[in-house]
């Protein structure tokens, strides 16, 4: 089932995320007040911010519309507010299926355009924004000294053989 595997990345997805919040702590203290720090850290904000503002597209209760491209977040704001954004992107997607999936809807774009696109291919879409920005902010913490998290679909998924 596509719904299945659009909860399983998810899934994946957060733990992409705590790697990444981790990797952050990598980088030398002194270099922690480089501007480029700052933006590593408001990606990943925006990366939440996205999510969730997906979901109020979406309809879903409680779910928070928050500036989309944050500036001077923390680590801790940050890893709350993926927290919180996970915990309703897991409730919404329990009772989805492919037929939801298949479904239009309508909405405003943060430019005042009125557009309709498929609940999957807005999934897909949140997949791929996540690891664009996973990719800076490695680039990012790597040329601050730190070691980046290792992210990719299949360093999450592969299982190791005997022998």
């Given at each position: 089932m596509?719904?299945e595997?659009f909860?399983r990345w998810l899934e994946?997805?957060?733990?992409?995320h705590?790697r990444?919040?981790?990797?952050?702590?990598?980088?030398p203290?002194?270099?922690?007040?480089?501007?480029?720090?700052?933006?590593?850290?408001?990606?990943?904000a925006?990366?939440?911010a996205?999510r969730?503002l997906?979901?109020?597209?979406?309809?879903?209760?409680?779910a928070e519309?928050?500036?989309?491209?944050?500036?001077?977040?923390?680590?801790?704001d940050v890893?709350?507010?993926?927290?919180?954004v996970?915990?309703r992107?897991?409730?919404?997607?329990?009772d989805?299926?492919?037929?939801?999936?298949a479904?239009?809807?309508s909405?405003?774009?943060i430019?005042g355009g009125?557009w309709?696109s498929s609940?999957?291919?807005?999934?897909?879409?949140?997949?791929g924004?996540?690891?664009?920005?996973?990719g800076?902010?490695?680039?990012?913490l790597?040329?601050?000294?730190?070691e980046?998290?290792v992210?990719d679909?299949v360093?999450?998924?592969?299982?190791?053989?005997?022998?």
């Open positions: 596509l719904a595997r909860r994946l997805e957060q733990t992409a705590e990444v919040l981790a990797a952050f702590d990598t980088v203290a002194d270099r922690r007040q480089d501007p480029e720090y700052g933006r590593a850290i408001d990606l990943l925006h990366v939440a996205a969730g997906w979901l109020a597209r979406f309809g879903v209760e409680g519309t928050p500036e989309l491209f944050p500036r001077d977040a923390t680590l801790f890893a709350a507010r993926l927290a919180r996970q915990s992107w897991s409730s919404w997607l329990a989805l299926d492919d037929a939801d999936l479904r239009t809807f909405y405003h774009s430019d009125h309709e609940i999957e291919d807005i999934l897909a879409q949140l997949n924004h996540s690891w664009y920005h996973r800076q902010i490695a680039q990012s790597r040329r601050l000294g730190g980046p998290a992210t679909l360093y999450l998924t592969r299982r190791g053989l005997e022998g």
